[in-house]
């Protein structure tokens, strides 16, 4: 089926660790990827994992996937005010060419 | 290099008229994608192209929408007659391989539709 799934709201101090969570139904999915969407404006990429890596790291960006529970994970370092935004997961479907499904998004308020 | 370009922004109609909207995808990216997103959800494929042919159009409602891509560059989405619960964001999104299996796709602003 296609189903993505993620927590619609998480709250978080300037400065502190912020963690994005999804979980996807997939298990054949290839790619898995994080975008980020600020009021008015389209949907930017922040960065994707490979279904047979655990972990990426990209400044302060850290994906961990867990493929047996197919749970996906964004965390933010020392998270700013202009990390305010929703977050979206995707997987690549794999009975399409390219196609992603979304999941609902994870609006992320970061608050002084 | 230029994003993904999208007209109009906004756009305003009510019930039953029809409206149009327009896509410039990035240069020289073969495939490209238009989304349905409404209001507190994630964006939904409609319809992919590949140069100027049909990929998957599995989710677009054919009674009432519809998109061409002439030339493989430029493509329109159109939406006649349009309903109430066609009110949502438009986003137009293209792609090209990178190498490997991976490849991104680049969003643009969105047309934000609303059906009085």
């Known amino acids: 089926g296609e189903d993505v799934e993620q927590s619609l709201f998480l709250s978080v101090r300037e400065g502190d660790s912020s963690v994005i969570n999804c979980t996807y139904t997939?298990?054949?999915?290839?790619?898995l990827y994080w975008y980020k969407q600020e009021p008015g404006a389209g949907l930017q990429l922040l960065t994707y994992i490979f279904s047979n890596m655990d972990m990426k790291q990209d400044q302060r960006l850290t994906v961990l996937l867990n493929k047996k529970d197919k749970h996906l994970s964004l965390r933010i370092a020392d998270t700013q005010t202009g990390d305010s935004a929703i977050y979206f997961c995707a997987e690549r479907y794999p009975g399409g060419y390219n196609k992603l499904i979304f999941g609902a998004g994870t609006r992320l308020a970061v608050h002084p | 290099e230029a994003g993904v370009a999208q007209s109009p922004r906004y756009k305003i109609i009510e019930k039953r008229q029809s409206v149009a909207f327009w896509c410039n995808p990035i240069?020289?990216?073969?495939?490209l994608y238009w989304y349905q997103q409404i209001l507190g959800q994630g964006p939904k494929l409609l319809i992919q192209f590949q140069n100027n042919g049909v990929v998957d159009d599995s989710q677009l409602p054919k009674d009432r929408f519809s998109a061409e891509r002439l030339k493989g560059v430029d493509s329109t989405l159109k939406i006649q007659p349009a309903k109430l619960e066609d009110s949502a964001v438009y986003l137009c999104a293209s792609s090209s391989p990178a190498g490997g299996n991976q490849e991104t796709q680049y969003f643009g602003p969105g047309t934000r539709l609303l059906v009085l």
């Open positions: 240069s020289g990216h073969a495939t």
């Open positions: 997939d298990s054949s999915s290839t790619y």
